[in-house]
């Protein structure tokens, strides 16, 4: 097959369709049944039940006593394997980050127009905390995260449509090196993050999200702008 052949051949529609699974398991809150994931997914129980079988057999995801489904294991061998070097330089500063100033700490890389989290750590002590898994997403135009990257990158880099008030959001985050957000992906939160640019890399950011804290806003970018040059220094970015 030539190179324009391969480049002219449809896109495998059930490996796009398993792939589709594990971003709905990713993004539930709980374990879904085959109907649930057959609705979401838009296809019939059987097609859904015959995809489930073969991502079951490689431990990518896996059911509950019910017969609900969840992500397996495997995929957490999977998602430690990306970018293992940031994860693993990152870890330490998201974890003093969150016990300092008990919030949840998390690194966020861009993904297309979305920001995915990559690794996220809970306060040891705190009494309440907001959980912020692994491979959650939203779209880079919403949330503190979003606009930290948005921050970093030319215009030409940002999504097609951006409205005038994400705009100003943005550059004024550009200005003091930090931005927040409020009610904008999860209702009640609250977010502040900074930019973390690694040469070589997607570009990413550092953030914290909380109900509410003691800590004030730039306090806070304060604490996570000394974390991103630690982790920058360590990865020669």
Request: aromatic share 2%.
């Amino acid at each position: 097959m030539t190179t324009h052949d391969a480049a002219a051949s449809p896109a495998s529609q059930t490996l796009s369709r398993g792939i589709r699974i594990l971003e709905i398991l990713a993004d539930a809150r709980a374990a879904l049944s085959i109907d649930e994931i057959a609705r979401l997914l838009g296809v019939h129980r059987s097609v859904a039940y015959r995809l489930l079988r073969t991502l079951e057999d490689h431990g990518l995801i896996t059911r509950d006593s019910a017969g609900r489904i969840q992500l397996g294991a495997r995929m957490a061998a999977l998602a430690a394997g990306v970018a293992s070097d940031l994860q693993a330089e990152a870890l330490p500063e998201l974890t003093a980050v969150a016990n300092e100033l008990g919030t949840t700490c998390f690194l966020v890389v861009l993904d297309h127009d979305e920001c995915v989290t990559l690794v996220s750590v809970e306060p040891r002590h705190a009494i309440a905390s907001v959980a912020q898994r692994p491979g959650t997403r939203h779209p880079v135009t919403v949330g503190a995260p979003g606009k930290a990257i948005l921050s970093a990158l030319p215009r030409g880099d940002w999504p097609g449509e951006v409205c005038d008030r994400l705009t100003e959001e943005v550059t004024d985050a550009a200005t003091r090196g930090f931005a927040t957000s409020h009610d904008e992906v999860i209702p009640s939160l609250r977010s502040v993050s900074v930019p973390l640019s690694l040469r070589g890399r997607r570009p990413a950011a550092i953030a914290v999200v909380y109900v509410a804290s003691d800590h004030e806003p730039a306090e806070i970018a304060d604490r996570l702008q000394r974390s991103a040059s630690v982790i920058r220094e360590a990865l020669g970015g």
